[in-house]
């Protein structure tokens, strides 16, 4: 069992670039969530996929950010025209249908300059 | 709406002493609720789980927690601090939707583990 893994696990960017990220879920695990971590706080929910359906979005999830996940496997994360706020840590974790345990993945830490 | 409050925003403990770490949640139903840890740079690992079976939960590395409904409390606990210990935890609790759960987390509490 290799875990939920994430790539890459540090972007540094310049404000106003786009950015993506990918999720490697664990390979049964047909659930799969996005959750944002700021400096000194906890994670945030920002998204939800069962199978390849986003089902819930945040509101924290502005029109600059799309989230996919095609075929129900690996997931992106995309921020457009990036802003110094999107400064953040952005998990991924993933779980079986039910109740179940999420499990979550290294992160990638975004730094916009 | 299921919330969750952690007390104490860091904690400082001496090797070898008790760890007792603060958490107390909101909910209209009986809640799920999750212990994680998150060593630096690095994602959340789970700890234990509480899913209306027992009250008192065993985890990992020696912690435990109990689940109180008349004081909505879900306190995280281990008997003796170990230097591996340092790191934040989190409190969360589980809200329904869409068939799924999302968790709701506390703000983190920061353990620090004297020698």
């Known amino acids: 069992d290799t875990g939920v893994s994430q790539d890459p696990r540090h972007k540094i960017t310049k404000r106003g670039q786009n950015v993506t990220f990918r999720c490697d879920p664990i390979s049964e695990h047909n659930r799969l969530y996005w959750y944002r971590q700021t400096l000194g706080q906890g994670p945030e929910f920002l998204t939800y996929f069962q199978n390849e359906a986003q089902l819930e979005k945040s509101r924290l999830l502005s029109d600059r950010f799309s989230a996919e996940r095609p075929k129900g496997s690996f997931s992106t994360l995309e921020i457009q025209r990036t802003e110094q706020g999107d400064s953040a840590m952005y998990l991924c974790?993933?779980?079986?249908?039910?109740?179940?345990?999420?499990?979550f993945g290294p992160g990638t830490r975004l730094t916009v300059l | 709406a299921q919330s969750v409050t952690q007390l104490g925003s860091h904690v400082s403990v001496s090797e070898g002493a008790l760890v007792l770490l603060r958490c107390n949640y909101s909910?209209?139903?009986?809640?799920?609720l999750f212990w994680y840890v998150q060593y630096p740079n690095q994602g959340l690992q789970l700890l234990l789980k509480y899913t209306s079976a027992a009250t008192l939960v065993k985890g990992i590395n020696g912690f435990e927690a109990e689940f109180k409904k008349s004081e909505t409390s879900f306190h995280l606990t281990k008997p003796s601090a170990h230097m591996s210990d340092a790191a934040e935890y989190f409190c969360a609790v589980s809200v329904s939707f869409q068939g799924a759960q999302k968790l709701v987390f506390g703000q983190g509490t920061r353990l620090t583990i004297n020698p």
């Open positions: 909910s209209s139903v009986p809640p799920y």
């Open positions: 974790a993933s779980s079986l249908t039910g109740p179940d345990t999420q499990y």
